[in-house]
């Protein structure tokens, strides 16, 4: 009987090595822009996601005196503040649509966007 030739698998890594539109080749860990991009991404989600609670628990008509409720409308007041009243409906507490806190998601959301694109211009376009 013949006997196979067993080789190891090569542990080296194959992959193509990407490179800088110099030709200098790119680090394995990620650029600081990258990170930065990241940071944003997670921060903006974060705030929509609170901005959207707000929302819906205003919406329901969700008792403000209640722990989770009143959370909620603690965290996000600072960053609905500054669109209250725009709309000039009469104020009650806690208004069922709450038009200004739509408004203030689509503003943070385009600041947001902004920011990445303004972070991405420095990173070299891939290979």
């Known amino acids: 009987m013949a006997e196979q030739s ?15 539109p110099d030709g200098s080749p790119t680090p ?15 921060l903006a989600g974060t705030l929509m996601v609170l901005l959207g609670f707000r929302f819906v628990l205003a ?12 959370t909620i409308y603690a965290a996000t007041w600072p960053f609905a503040a500054p ?10 507490y806690p208004p069922r649509f709450e038009l200004y806190t739509l408004f203030a998601m689509a503003v943070y959301a ?15 376009a891939p290979p």
């Open 59 to 70: 919406l329901l008509g969700a008792n403000p005196y209640n722990g989770f409720v009143h």
């Open 28 to 42: 394995d860990t990620p650029h600081a822009d990258v990170l930065a991009v990241r940071v944003v991404r997670i």
């Open 83 to 92: 669109f209250y009243g725009m709309f000039g409906y009469p104020p009650t």
């Open 6 to 20: 067993r080789e190891r698998p090569s542990t080296t890594d194959q992959r193509p090595v990407a490179v800088y």
């Open 110 to 124: 385009l600041v947001a966007w902004g920011l990445m694109a303004v972070l991405r211009i420095r990173r070299p």
